[in-house]
Nanobody, 112 residues
């Protein structure tokens, strides 16, 4: 079992930055590929970024060059650094371990 808790969301102006964190409890964190998804208002949940157990990362085209996913296995935590935020990045952001375990989500609102 893995329990996940996201933090770091909030209100930010366009062009600003936020760093989301996802803390995991339980063992074997380092063995999981970790994911950040988001669900924008009226839209289906979409994959934003992936980081494998080996540290390789991939991004949705909509965030490539602006978002960076990273992990600290010693702290059982995965991060999403979000720069140059746009209003269309407004969403609830969820982390997932292996697509099997999910956090409760954290709201990100980009607005002036």
């Amino acid at each position: 079992q893995v329990q996940l808790m996201e933090s770091g969301g909030g209100l930010v102006q366009p062009g600003g930055s936020l760093r989301l964190s996802c803390a995991a409890s339980g063992s074997m964190f380092s063995a999981y590929a970790m994911f950040w998804f988001r669900q924008r208002p009226g839209k289906q949940r979409e994959l934003v970024a992936t980081i494998t157990s080996g540290g390789s990362s991939n991004y949705a085209d909509s965030v490539k060059g602006r978002f960076t996913i990273s992990r600290d296995n010693a702290k059982n935590t995965v991060y999403l650094q979000m720069n140059s935020l746009k209003p269309e990045d407004t969403a609830v952001y969820y982390c997932s371990a292996g697509r099997a375990y999910w956090g409760q989500g954290t709201q990100v609102t980009v607005s002036s």
